[in-house]
Structures are given as C-alpha cells and as structure tokens.
C-alpha cells in the first residue's frame, strides 16, 4: 500500500478533553471518507464548546426535550419547536444554563440545535448522516474504540 500524501490531523489535550483523530489521504481515499472523518472533527468539537464557556447543557437538553417530546419528524412539528424557542419561560431556562449574559446566545444556538436533532434532522453535516449516505464505504463512527464510558 503506498504512503499517504496528504493528511488531516487533529489533536487536542485541554483539560479533561483528549482527541487525537488523523487520515493519511493516498490516491485510493474516497471523497466521502475525507467528509466523514472532517464530520468526526466537527461532531468532536462541538460537543466540547458550550462547556469550554460553561454552558450547563443538561438544563437545555432538559428543555429542548420539553419542546419536542412525543413528536415525530416533520418540518410542521420542526417549526412549532422552534417557534416555543422565543418563549419567556424557555428564555429564563436557557439563561439559567449561562453563567453570564453573553453565553445566553451560544446557548441558544445550543437549544435550537438540541431540538433539531432530538427531532431527527441536522442542521450541519455528521458521520451518522455519511454513514447511512454511504454505506459501501464501510465507514466506521467515532468514538466507538479506546473511549471510556460515562457514569
């Protein structure tokens, strides 16, 4: 097998958050195994932020899961998730995540995110996405190998 040509290197040590993710890209590699290893990147990074600037996201899980239980996927119910955003009562739970007034809007970039996928869409591109997209591509999702646990 020849030696890569290119690479995709991603590496982060902060705090508790260890991430090491690289593709050796040879002239066999795929398009969609560069999207779903750039996908993997993206997953692995936004999971961290909103805790990196102290976003407590098990209060907005809490509510986005208020706002969309017992609905199925649909652009209608999709909406009307989103319409209950702006609710004074969801805007108090979603400053009581924040430890200041600014997080208050990545917060809610957390909680319209949250209700999208707890609705089954995605707003932005994940491995899951590419793996049902492509399935001959045997791409395998991250996370699953070497990774403890929580609880």
């Known amino acids: 097998m020849e030696d890569p040509s290119e690479y995709i290197d991603f590496m982060v040590k902060y705090k508790d958050w260890i991430a090491i993710r690289r593709l050796g890209i040879r002239s066999i590699t795929k398009p969609e195994e560069i999207a779903f290893h750039l996908a993997g990147i993206t997953s692995s990074i936004d999971s961290k932020i909103y805790g990196i600037l102290g976003i407590n996201t098990e209060i907005l899980d809490k509510a986005a899961d208020s706002l969309t ?47 999208i996928k707890n609705l089954n869409f995605s707003a932005s591109m994940t491995p899951e996405l590419l ?9 395998k999702l991250p996370g699953m190998l070497g990774r403890k646990k929580k609880g």
Do not use: Q
């Open 69 to 115: 239980e017992g609905k199925k996927k649909s652009y209608e119910l999709l909406a009307d998730s989103v319409k209950k955003l702006s609710d004074p009562e969801i805007k108090k739970i979603a400053k009581s995540a924040c430890t200041n007034e600014t997080s208050l809007k990545i917060a809610e970039v957390y909680l319209l995110n949250k209700v």
């Open 131 to 139: 793996a049902k997209l492509f399935p001959d591509a045997k791409l």
